[in-house]
Every structure is written in structure tokens, then in C-alpha cells.
């Protein structure tokens, strides 16, 4: 419920934070949080004078249930598309009820953000860069914590090892902000942040 970065706003409940990019007559929603985060990102649009009807696009980092919560709510309530990796699409399918519009591959582009497909955590889990302000959404690739990032608990992901191994392939992405799904933003120090806890990974 605070405005981060330039037109990058956060919406957060509880654990789990969701981004909305607020840009001309493109409102973005990244990633769709809890079964109740759907009413807190309703009043967060109300404060910017805006509603659901305002949303163009939804875009799922993953198919995971903090991730998905809302997305069946926020789309029958605007005419947003829905995008998310090709090998996330059925997974979120099963999960939330929602199809999936944009079937999204590494490297593409869409509404000014990179895909960035990095598999480990989930098949098809992905990172996106917003170029024009050079934050990278992170998913659940790594958590904030103290103003540290760590890997996400091994536990949590199906290949922690191909996890790990996405990780050090953001070493090539060119960020200042990192803007995770589970802790606070690190602006600015993002990149610098992330080459350290390469550093401890063997
Ligand atoms: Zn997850
Ligand atoms: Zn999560």
C-alpha cells in the first residue's frame, strides 16, 4: 500500500506482496497475492482514482497459491489479459480457474517488462525486468529479509538446485531495483545485493 518507485506501487498483505505498474493507460498488475489481497489492491486503485475496470494486464510470476489468490476475482471484475510462461499456464489453470491469455517464453517482452524464464522454484516461473526503471520482479526467486536476500527455503521449490542456478543467471540482467514477492523492495542496492548472496552459493 505504498507507492515504491517511480510508477511502481506495492500492495502488501501479510507475507506476500503484489506490484501494480501504474504507466500511462497501462495499469499492470504483477502477481495476484492471496484470496484476500483481491479488496486491498481494490482500495489501493480506489486511492489513485482508479477501479478494476482500469487494469490491462495481469502477469503471474508463478502458479503458486499466495501468487494466485486473487486472480479469479480481479479478472471477472475488469478486462484484464492474463499472461504467464508456457509451462505455468496449465499449472495455473488447476490452481486459480483462470486461463491464462499470453503465453510468455524467455526473452519476450510484454507491456515493457522482460521475461526473464527462471525454472527451479516452479517449471516456469519468471522474473521481469521493467526496463524503464531497471526493477527486476523477482517472484519467489529469492526473499528479502534485514535487507538481506536469501534463497527461497529449499523446501518450497520442486528443483532447489535449478533454482539456485537461476539465480546465478541474473548475474547478466542489467537491475538496480529488486522488488521480491515475500519481504521489502531493495532500491537502488539490488544487483549488489543479489551478487553477494551469489557469492555464498556454492
Ligand atoms: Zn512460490
Ligand atoms: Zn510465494
Not at 39 to 45: A, E, M, P
Not at 126 to 133: A, N, Q, R, V, Y
Request: charge should be negative; include cysteine; proline fraction near 3%.
Amino acid at each position: 500500500m505504498v507507492h515504491v518507485y517511480e510508477d511502481i506501487h506495492l500492495v502488501k498483505d501479510s507475507y506476500v506482496n503484489v506490484y501494480l505498474i501504474v504507466r500511462g493507460a497501462d495499469v499492470v498488475l504483477i502477481d495476484a497475492g492471496l484470496e484476500s489481497t483481491w479488496s486491498l489492491i481494490k482500495d489501493y486503485l480506489n486511492t489513485l482514482g482508479l477501479t478494476f475496470k482500469d487494469l490491462t494486464a495481469v502477469v503471474i510470476t508463478h502458479h503458486h497459491r499466495d501468487h494466485v489468490g486473487s486472480l479469479k476475482y480481479v479478472v471477472q471484475n475488469s478486462n484484464a489479459v492474463v499472461a504467464a510462461h508456457v509451462d505455468e499456464i496449465e499449472l495455473i489453470k488447476s490452481r486459480s480457474g483462470v486461463n491464462v491469455n499470453v503465453a510468455l517464453r524467455d526473452g519476450d517482452m510484454f507491456k515493457g517488462l522482460k521475461v526473464v524464464h527462471t525454472p527451479g522454484h516452479t517449471p516456469g516461473h519468471i522474473c521481469l525486468l521493467d526496463l524503464k526503471t531497471k526493477s527486476l520482479f523477482v517472484g519467489d526467486l529469492v526473499v528479502e529479509e534485514n535487507g538481506e536476500l536469501n534463497e527461497i527455503p529449499h523446501h518450497y521449490s520442486i528443483d532447489p538446485m535449478k533454482n539456485r542456478e537461476a539465480i546465478k543467471k541474473l548475474r547478466y540482467v542489467d537491475f538496480n531495483n529488486l522488488m521480491p514477492s515475500h519481504g521489502e523492495p531493495l532500491l537502488h542496492v539490488g544487483k549488489e545485493k543479489l551478487e553477494e548472496l551469489i557469492t555464498k552459493l556454492v
